[in-house]
């Protein structure tokens, strides 16, 4: 049996069901409660990162100081 066959049988057994609009199965990465999960682990969004790193790099020590 797959791993997946293995769960909707158990849960066929508990009498749950599951809604095909909430459920993904077989893909490399998603979101999940506002983190991003791959094979990985979880990751940090790459949407929320965009403006982190978009900032300008920092040329001089007042510059590097306000980043604190």
Known sequence: MQPTSVVFEQARKCKMRFSPEKCTFGVQ?????????????????PNKCKAFVELPTPDDKKSIQTLN
């Open 29 to 45: 990465a998603g979101k999940f409660l506002r983190f991003y999960l791959t094979e990985r682990g979880i990751e940090a969004n």
